[in-house]
């Protein structure tokens, strides 16, 4: 264990958000972030060159502001834990060089910490992880069912075959002219709502503990399509679509997640990522928790998008277990969960 006085600074920087936290024992002191989304709407999505670009303009700024809110001094710090991978190249790039040069010249060591794992034990800012658990990421870039038998073990057993489940909420919601996000929007729309008409999609039969959404998104689409070629996408249509989409995503996500429940035997349901702030999803995974007799764990809210918080809690068990990079370590866009990684 580390003692109770050491301090962690952390930096997430591997899509649209620049964030830096900075961690005392288990108290959280700061976590600023700044994030992109409103520059990137025009583009209807994350534009990769303007996300670096932002990061690069904004990592000092956040990272003086996290250590003026913490209260403390660059002397203090005792570690530094920065996003390694999976993300934007770039973007990536721009978390780690500031990692490295605090890393060098405070003569601390870094830590490269996955940005999923921090997506997980973000979770222990409310409680700690039972093993074994089952943890369902579900973000912009991905949908991973992972089994952890234990404390850093992760056995990927599920996943998208193709689209991510945030990405399709935010491609069916472009096709709506709902603005980026689109899962956000979507869940404004139809939060509390229970007067929508379901509209009915074919439904896959993947086998295993897998998932694939570009049908749903490819019949939603000629859908839209050909109600707009008769004149009939008006709002109560745009409602029905997005609530039909959103419970179509979800359910098709659960129905595998308690599938891996039984057949696992686990003792609690983890979720983390972005798509783990829908309330239609909140509600469904509790509710079938209780039914199934399993503990579902989901963040708080202020947890559920990228920040350096998760960072900080993920790399605080990577440097109990002694996972320590090097200066010379790299970013991994790509990076998979399995550890060690390559330096
Ligand atoms: O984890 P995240 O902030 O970024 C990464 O992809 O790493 O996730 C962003 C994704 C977007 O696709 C966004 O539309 C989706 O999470 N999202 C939601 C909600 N909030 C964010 N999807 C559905 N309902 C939400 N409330």
């Avoid at 109990?320 to 330096?343: A, M, R, V």
Wanted: glycine letters at 8%.
């Amino acid at each position: 264990m580390i003692d109770n006085k050491k301090v962690i600074l952390a930096i997430e920087s591997s899509c649209d958000e620049t964030s830096v936290a900075i961690l005392v024992g288990e108290e959280l002191k700061c976590n600023i972030i700044s994030s992109q989304i409103k520059e990137h709407i025009p583009f209807g999505g994350v534009y990769p060159e303007l996300a670096s670009r932002l990061h690069v303009e904004k990592i000092d700024y956040v990272i003086s502001k996290a250590v003026q809110e913490a209260n403390v001094s660059f002397e203090d710090l005792d570690y530094i834990c920065v996003t390694k991978g999976p993300g934007l190249p770039g973007a990536l790039q721009i978390g780690m060089m500031a990692g490295k040069v605090l890393s060098g010249f405070l003569n601390i060591p870094l830590i490269g910490v996955h940005h999923l794992m921090g997506h997980i034990y973000a979770n222990e800012y409310i409680e700690k992880i039972k093993y074994p658990s089952l943890a369902v990421i579900i973000s912009g870039g991905n949908t991973e069912l992972v089994l952890m038998k234990d404390l850093l073990n992760f056995e990927l057993i599920g996943q998208t075959l193709d689209d991510a489940i945030g990405e399709s909420f935010d491609k069916i919601a472009r096709k709506l002219d709902l603005p980026y996000p689109g899962g956000v929007n979507i869940d404004k729309l139809t939060k509390d709502r229970t007067d929508i008409e379901l509209i009915k999609f074919p439904k896959p039969h993947i086998k295993g503990f897998d998932v694939s959404y570009s049908g749903l998104k490819s019949a939603v689409s000629r859908m839209i399509d050909e109600d707009i070629k008769n004149n009939l996408l008006d709002e109560t249509r745009v409602l029905q679509y997005a609530y039909s989409t959103e419970v179509h995503l979800i359910d098709q996500l659960l129905n595998k997640v308690f599938l891996a429940d039984k057949t696992y035997n686990i003792k609690q349901i983890v979720f983390g990522g972005g798509v783990s702030a829908n309330s239609y999803l909140r509600k469904q995974a509790l509710e079938l928790g209780k039914k199934n007799n399993v503990e579902i764990l989901i963040p708080p809210l202020w947890c559920t998008t990228d920040n350096a918080a998760m960072i900080a809690i993920a790399g605080k068990h990577l440097i109990e277990k002694g996972y320590f990079s090097s200066l010379k370590c790299t970013t991994n866009p790509s990076l998979e969960l399995e550890l060690p990684y390559e330096d």
